[in-house]
């Protein structure tokens, strides 16, 4: 199937943990991008990458350090995670030759930090 | 002042109803305009996109857009309980890299 793939999907940790996600497209895009959706559905962009290079670099703590491997993934490391990092958090790709910019979302990882 | 408001809702109609969902946006920047479907516990989909002022529509849906006031609209005709979810408009200037701007999005719900 062509599509945004996440993993893992659900996450539950302890405060003060290191945990990555990571994100995959196999729609032949070149931008990525992370974005957390907190619980009241607010959906916030944190970082974007197009052709691996890092190109919107939002006010996000340096805890959260994403790095793109290739241009078809994108993965997202937390240090010392706290409380406020539970969230959703999507990846996104597109195509930036697109005139809409239209972005495909993956799944979603749903992080608990306990 | 937000750059884009949404009304949270929840909103909840008959089916069959009409259904109207609204934004409003504070930068004239923006360009290009669209609404994303997203159901409970998965990703936002793309539904509909524009960037022009007026009306473009898609089966059931059609998405209208005043950039003299700064609003945008979605119209669901003959809604139906498969439409229920949560429907953000996302807005973004023109031109490469540039971000795209969420709002909080209207949850739905079409009762059969």
């Known amino acids: 199937d062509t599509a945004v793939s996440q993993t893992p999907k659900y996450l539950v940790t302890q405060m003060g943990n290191d945990k990555s996600i990571k994100c995959e497209q196999n729609?032949?895009?070149?931008?990525m991008y992370w974005y957390k959706q907190d619980s009241k559905k607010f959906l916030k962009i944190m970082f974007s990458y197009n052709n691996k290079e890092l190109i919107i670099n939002e006010t996000v703590p340096n805890r959260f350090s994403p790095k793109s491997p290739d241009k078809a993934h994108l993965n997202l490391h937390i240090n010392s995670l706290e409380l406020g990092d539970s969230a959703v958090y999507f990846c996104a790709s597109s195509q930036t030759s697109g005139v809409g910019n239209e972005q495909f979302f993956g799944p979603g990882t749903r992080l608990t930090v306990l | 002042q937000k750059e884009v408001e949404q009304d949270p809702g929840p909103l909840s109609v008959p089916e069959g109803a009409i259904v109207s969902l609204n934004c409003t946006y504070s930068n004239s920047a923006f360009q290009y305009f669209m609404w994303y479907r997203q159901y409970s516990r998965k990703g936002p989909e793309l539904l509909m996109y524009?960037?022009?002022?007026g009306n473009k529509e898609d089966g059931r849906f059609t998405a209208q857009v005043d950039k003299s006031s700064k609003y945008i609209s979605l119209f669901i005709r003959d809604s139906q309980p498969s439409d229920s979810a949560t429907y953000l408009c996302?807005?973004?200037?023109?031109?490469?890299?540039?971000?795209?701007?969420f709002g909080t999005g209207t949850k739905l719900q079409v009762i059969p």
């Open positions: 524009t960037y022009s002022s």
């Open positions: 996302a807005i973004r200037p023109s031109g490469g890299y540039q971000k795209v701007t």
């Open positions: 729609l032949g895009h070149d931008t």
